[in-house]
């Protein structure tokens, strides 16, 4: 069972641009996460998905940021009109569905972008 | 979620138990303690998890004071590989699963 991809692993754009950054969860799991860390700091959450549904998305900037959920393909955290400011490490995580109770998350390796 | 209290660094011998603390004094009963570990540049790991009694996987142990308010994390022979940002997180075991992170400790495990 592949661990949970994303892709790709550093992205630069220029300042205007989009980014798009993927997340393949694994296998089986319908729960998806994403973090962020900027540089030198800790990792904050941003969105909480389950299946199609955005369940938590107190994190995420209101403007310029979307979760995307293409009918076939990974996952998508869109941002518009990059800042120097969105220059950091965005993590995808997924767990296995269940209702509450403990539930340890995979993470990928983070996608690192950089805004020039 | 409750917050958490964690030394900023530690330092380990290799080969040596390494025992990092933390406090989650406001805990309450239906919130479990996690640890994750991130090494760096890299994803965040899980390590272990635990409600109320001490718990041990393949790769720490992970014991709870009887009040709760506080756990430590034991990796029984640290080695430079160890190396990493250890956090502990409190999460209720409600249907919302995101993680709230702190600052966590960074432990340099040394030859």
């Known amino acids: 069972n592949a661990g949970v991809m994303q892709n790709p692993r550093h992205l630069v754009r220029r300042r205007g641009q989009e980014a798009r950054l993927r997340c393949s969860p694994m296998?089986?799991?319908?729960?998806v996460y994403w973090y962020r860390q900027l540089p030198e700091e800790g990792l904050k959450f941003m969105v909480y998905?389950?299946?199609?549904?955005?369940?938590?998305e107190s994190g995420m900037p209101k403007e310029r940021f979307s979760a995307e959920f293409p009918k076939e393909g990974p996952i998508i955290l869109r941002i518009q009109q990059v800042v120097r400011g969105d220059s950091a490490a965005y993590f995808c995580?997924?767990?296995?569905?269940?209702?509450?109770?403990?539930?340890?998350?995979?993470f990928g390796p983070g996608t690192r972008l950089t805004v020039l | 979620d409750a917050k958490t209290t964690q030394p900023p660094s530690m330092d380990c011998a290799e080969g040596r138990a390494a025992n990092l603390p933390c406090n989650h004094s406001?805990?309450?009963?239906?919130?479990?303690v996690y640890w994750y570990r991130q090494i760096h540049s890299q994803g965040p790991q899980y390590i272990i998890h635990?409600?109320?009694?001490?718990e041990t996987n393949e790769m720490a142990s992970l014991i709870i004071t009887e009040d709760r308010k506080s756990s430590t994390l034991i990796l029984p022979h640290a080695t430079l590989r160890d190396t990493a940002v250890y956090y502990c997180?409190?999460?209720?075991?409600?249907?919302?699963?995101?993680?709230?992170w702190g600052l966590g400790t960074s432990l340099a495990v040394n030859p």
């Open positions: 995580a997924s767990s296995p569905p269940g209702g509450g109770g403990a539930h340890e998350q995979f």
């Open positions: 296998k089986g799991h319908s729960h």
């Open positions: 998905l389950q299946k199609e549904n955005i369940i938590d």
């Open positions: 406001t805990i309450s009963g239906n919130e479990y």
């Open positions: 635990g409600l109320k009694n001490n």
């Open positions: 997180i409190v999460r209720n075991a409600g249907n919302n699963r995101k993680l709230i």
